[in-house]
């Protein structure tokens, strides 16, 4: 599926397809398959479009974001999920020194946002 | 036994003494049957909160292996819980099915439950209310006799504790006792967003539960995820009979960020970032109101930890499955969000404290395929680890009293 993002958020639309996900664990998995590299352009395109799209889901009541706005509420959840790897762990994909987190479930890991 | 400072906590409590540890009650079978017997089938278990089953008919099923069993929690018309083994008294199937899963959730109209074999109904105190075809049992088939079975069940602060022993030794009051006192006032139902994560882990139970009873391990374990918690102490050292409370200093906090700190200047929701909002702690958690206060880790005996901190808490909880296996349970309660930021917000803390999940459960399977080896016999504490002591100290004399019970009746 094709995901267009408004016009303000252009810089975002080639991370749009990969990292607009619909639960944590896609948003996990994602992660731990990408490159240090790719973390860091995401993370660097995405932090300056992060205030811009709290703003703009704080538009509509919890949990009722609608149309595109739900793919730029996934791009900012995907943000937070790579955060700590670039900020603090040398843009590592996975969580160093770590259990292994395919064996770490959560109950609200696999509903979409 | 040798001199331990006067400021010490061991100083405090010398009937834990100093010895290293033995190290088969981590790895003995005999050891972990007993310690099922006499402690998990003996003791008050926390298995739920109340907010899980709001309404009448709400329910839920927890399985525990170590005892081979599952508890129905229900709620009935009448608010009150009940707690019952689930299975059913006409052939022993379960009367709620559970969906493969730890736990099981859902609702059940007017908590009337219906085994779905053959269609016996007990409503939610557990009286079996309906039998098809009655009529075809013999006379000897008596309703009234064969009601669920029922299992000790009270609440505290909307914890919900289940004891299985037929007589429980203690009410929940008398086996809580100070810890509860310690607790109490602290806005557990007012933060009841939950995150939960769990894993079944390959070590004892109390490989697990000894992880999370210190801080010792913060500066090592935690350098990725907690790069600015290094520089800590451990204070407010208490102890309640089976239960311990103890609080965790820090000087700094995680440094800041762009997303970090975009995130908690939303919603403070993090144990390593500083939370501005005011919040009521109850008078002997952070006594001393100290501005480097971060949390308080406390233990409820046997395998239930809870952290209350400002603004958020957070619970291990270990059961075990065998000697080398267990579940663990890490639970993360905040305020419901208001808004979508706010939800953004949180889910930033939950994921940073995931992560450092994932740190802590590191090392459980290699300490304990470490100690297989046999290599090492005892283990080292420092006065910070003084949670761990006491813990062996409960568990290994109710061990030892079994264990004389046995030998006295077998002369």
């Known amino acids: 599926m094709s995901i267009r993002l408004p016009k303000q958020f252009s810089e975002l639309q080639p991370f749009a397809t990969t990292w607009a996900l619909a639960t944590e664990y896609e948003r996990a998995a994602q992660r731990r398959r990408s490159q240090p590299a790719e973390l860091k352009a995401f993370y660097d395109a995405a932090i300056k479009k992060l205030p811009a799209i709290l703003k703009r889901v704080d538009k509509y009541p919890l949990g009722q974001i609608k149309g595109v706005d739900v793919h730029l509420f996934r791009l900012a959840l995907s943000l937070a999920e790579v955060a700590p790897h670039v900020e603090f762990y040398g843009c590592d994909p996975k969580v160093p020194f770590a259990f292994a987190e395919e064996r770490m479930f959560g109950f609200h890991c696999a509903i979409p946002d | 036994m040798s001199a331990v400072p006067a400021t010490s906590f061991l100083s405090r409590y010398p009937e834990l ?160 006792g100070g810890f509860r006192t310690h607790l109490d006032g602290y806005p557990f139902s007012s933060m009841v967003h939950c995150h939960t994560y769990y894993a079944h882990i390959n070590c004892n139970w109390k490989i697990g539960m000894d992880a999370f009873s210190e801080a010792y391990h913060v500066p090592t374990i935690h350098a990725g995820s907690f790069p600015g918690l290094t520089d800590y102490w451990q204070d407010d050292c208490a102890i309640y009979g089976e239960h311990h409370s103890m609080a965790f200093y820090s000087k700094d906090m995680n440094p800041p960020t762009p997303v970090g700190s975009k995130a908690n200047e ?119 680890e003084i949670m761990l002591r006491h813990a062996f100290h409960i568990i290994n004399s109710r061990v030892e009293a079994a264990d004389k019970a046995a030998t006295g009746s077998a002369k």
């Open chain 2, 17 to 176: 003494g100093n010895s290293p540890l033995p190290v088969y009650p981590y790895l003995s079978t005999d050891y972990y049957d007993k310690e099922i017997a006499c402690i998990f089938k003996q003791d008050w278990l926390c298995v739920g909160r109340e907010e899980e089953i709001p309404n009448p008919g709400d329910f839920k099923v927890k399985r525990l292996d170590f005892a081979r069993t599952a508890v129905i929690l229900i709620r009935g018309k009448d608010g009150k819980i009940g707690a019952f083994h689930n299975v059913c008294r006409h052939r022993g199937n379960k009367v709620i099915t559970e969906t493969g899963g730890e736990e099981t959730f859902g609702n059940k109209k007017g908590a009337m439950m219906t085994c779905r074999f053959h269609g016996w109904t007990y409503n939610g105190s557990g009286n079996l209310v309906a039998v098809p075809h009655e009529d075809k049992f013999p006379p000897c088939f008596k309703r009234s006799e064969n009601n669920l079975v029922p299992i000790h069940v009270d609440t505290w602060s909307g914890f919900i504790c289940i004891n299985l022993a037929a007589k429980p030794r203690r009410s929940l009051p008398e086996f809580l």
């Open chain 2, 266 to 384: 939303i919603f403070g929701a993090s144990i390593a970032l500083k939370r501005s909002e005011p919040f009521p702690l109850p008078k002997g958690v952070n006594p001393r109101r100290h501005k480097n206060w971060g949390f308080e880790q406390t233990s409820m005996f046997p395998n239930y930890l809870i952290h209350v901190a400002e603004g958020l808490w957070f619970t291990h909880q270990f059961w075990p499955i065998s000697q080398n296996k267990c579940l663990w349970e890490g639970k993360y309660y905040l305020k419901p969000p208001q808004s979508n930021s706010e939800q953004w917000a949180q889910r930033y803390a939950v994921t940073l404290q995931r992560n450092a999940w994932l740190e802590d459960t590191a090392t459980m399977e290699d300490t304990q395929d470490a100690l297989l080896s046999g290599a090492v016999k005892q283990i080292h504490l420092q006065d910070d």
